[in-house]
Nanobody, 115 residues
Framework: VQLVESGGGLVQPGGSLRLSCAAS????????MNWYRQAPGKGRELVAG????????NYGDSVKGRFTISRDNAKNTVYLEMNSLKPEDTAVYYC?????????WGQGTQVTVSS
């Protein structure tokens, strides 16, 4: 299993970013996918999750109404569209999948929201 995140960077408050996670090594279309984040000095928190078919999703309370998770099963890729970004969204964002009861993680992509 390999997960490769991209799309992070520095953005001003109120701005937008789109993260991508390219997956390989498993049958992507059969598994739910998640985005987590970890801010400095804090634990890892769930940002959003999407079901294997894309028909269902859930979000952490702090990002509801601002972030949107989606997936393209033809491209083995999951996305996180982030709007109205706030300084408290600054974190390393990780893609996650659980395959055969084992959690797999990407290397993470840094998102920094600052003026």
């Amino acid at each position: 299993v390999q997960l490769v995140e991209s799309g992070g960077g520095l953005v001003q408050p109120g701005g937008s970013l789109r993260l991508s996670c390219a997956a390989s090594g498993f049958t992507f279309r059969m598994y739910d996918m998640n985005w987590y984040r970890q801010a400095p000095g804090k634990g890892r928190e769930l940002v959003a999750g999407i079901t294997y078919g894309g028909g269902g999703s859930n979000y952490g309370d702090s990002v509801k109404g601002r972030f949107t998770i989606s997936r393209d099963n033809a491209k083995n890729t999951v996305y996180l569209e982030m709007n109205s970004l706030k300084p408290e969204d600054t974190a390393v964002y990780y893609c996650n999948v659980r395959v055969n009861w084992i959690d797999y993680w990407g290397q993470g992509t840094q998102v920094t929201v600052s003026s």
